[in-house]
């Protein structure tokens, strides 16, 4: 019998039965959470259920509207604040960060683990070697209540990269030529495995950026391979010391796919309105007009994007009829931007700076922008009214990219300025 991918291995280990692609089962929880914008919901069917204690470990992230821009937000963020104290939940408050950011970097979760999130890009955590996805509220609740769920076993795409990185390429660029080449739901329900000679030299910001946007793909879960790059990131950000226990596909394993892409020839990608597989190289779109540049996000606010932004506004202003907001993912990357310049670097040249979390990527405040203007985001969706406003337009693009946008006032190639 053939090998086992990674998102066979980890759901048979938590089924505690043999399963393969396609198969049914009912599998073990390790960690779930929500953030403010599903916690909510979360709150009352837990307390519909009369639960009094959950049955995996559970933690809720304040970061979509924080601090709280109105009185029906705050009173969203009162009853979580309260929830955390009365069931001894675990609570990231205003100025913690992203969920994406702040949970791996918790050390609550560890390669091999399986994850539910009440966000749809929960998948991120697959850079640590964790299945990791995302679910509705109420899905939430029942394996707080069970500590289970069911799955259906996926189907896995295995996608290697390789070639040399060009000058200005960095991991956005890439998962926006994939979505591009492939389509916004050619991996509908699949599981992802990155792997080649380019994953493995990247660093894990990069690999955390590629794992994030495997949703809009259609991806259930997507993953890196666990090496010394994984190791030395765990060790750095979180406080585990214990050895690791990384799941690795078998050499046999049987793939529904397996894509191979030479990157050496990529140029900076960027996803036009209104679809993230609407990609164009930067080159072709050098005459839109911004009015909004917006660098952060679960997708790309960790400090290797900060710092891409940084060199290439160093010494330079950011246009006056451009609005550049910067969220960076946590506080700890907010602290290390400070220590290292970055943030003295970004308010000189005019950007603005606000609280580590979400910022406007979902529209509820921090720059909603206004009828007809276009934004250049980091971020990870560019739907109509993503950030707020039906009749606005998102382009989507690298740290590198949204950082000389800003500069020049309209969609601009960084690599005149590296």
Partial sequence: MAGKTVAEKILSAHAGKDLRAGDFAVCKIDFAFGQDGTSSIIIDRVKEMGLEAFKTKFCMVIDHSAPSPSEGVSSVH???RL???DYNAGLFDIGCGVCH????ASGQIL???LVLGADSHTCTYGALGVFSTGVGSTDLAIALASGKNWFKVPQTFKI???GKVPKGIFAKDIILYIIGELGSDAATYKAVEFSGPVIDKMNMDGRFTICNMVVEMGAKAGFMPVDKNTVEWMRKNTAITKKLHPVCADKDAKYEKTIEYDIS???PQVAKPHTVDNTASVSELKDIKINEAYLG?????????LKAAAVILKGKKVKPSVRFIIAPASREIYLEALKLGIIDTFIKSGAVVVTPGCGPCVGTHNGIPADG???ISTANRNFKGRMGNPNAFIYLASPATVAASSIEGRIADPRKYL
């Fill in 111 to 113: 390669p091999g683990d």
């Fill in 373 to 375: 203007e276009n934004v």
């Fill in 297 to 305: 996000t679960c997708t790309n606010g960790r400090i290797s994007d």
């Fill in 265 to 267: 020839k990529l140029k």
């Fill in 78 to 80: 009162k009853k979580m």
């Fill in 160 to 162: 290697i990269i390789k």
């Fill in 101 to 104: 950011q702040v949970i791996p």
């Fill in 83 to 85: 929830f955390a104290q």
